[in-house]
């Protein structure tokens, strides 16, 4: 099946081009973060991905409401949301690195999940965010997106060890 898809192109210009239709984006809504929900991040990035197309066209073609923007008016400005080729990067490797906290949440849910699943779990994070560390780390110097990654990938694997220190220490 082909249908027309919106792209914005690096100038800002929307372009049309023919597809084979993966995935109706038109019936996806967007997900909000939840700071209290474990992968809210991950599900919201990935609608996101999924709903690319449709966010760039929308803050492109966003204008203030005719009669409310002023010259010293402060309203936000949604064109000023879209992303780079390179935020957009970004949010694939953030993306790939929540993955893994995705598919682990879903196997410590299960019934049959006792406590002996849960130091593998654990080292398995732990040894994920090291590497992702190490991996921006040597990115870092190609982009501030990379070294933000890095910061944040070698917080979380700091953190992982510290609870995992207090559960051998216990």
Known sequence: TEFERLKVG??????????????????????????????????????????RTRLQAYCSNWRPEKGTASKDDDSYDLRKDILSPEEWEGVAEVMKVLKPILRYTKVAERRDTGLQDWVPIVDKLISHFYEASQRFDSMAHESPVYEWLHICSEKAWEKLNNYYQLADNS
């Not at 081009?17 to 019936?27: N, T, Y």
């Open 10 to 51: 690096e100038s800002g210009d929307i372009e049309w081009l023919a597809v084979e239709e993966v995935e109706d984006e038109q019936q996806l809504e967007l997900i909000a973060n939840n700071k209290t929900r474990w992968n809210s991040t991950f599900m919201m990035l990935d609608r996101a991905e999924k709903c």
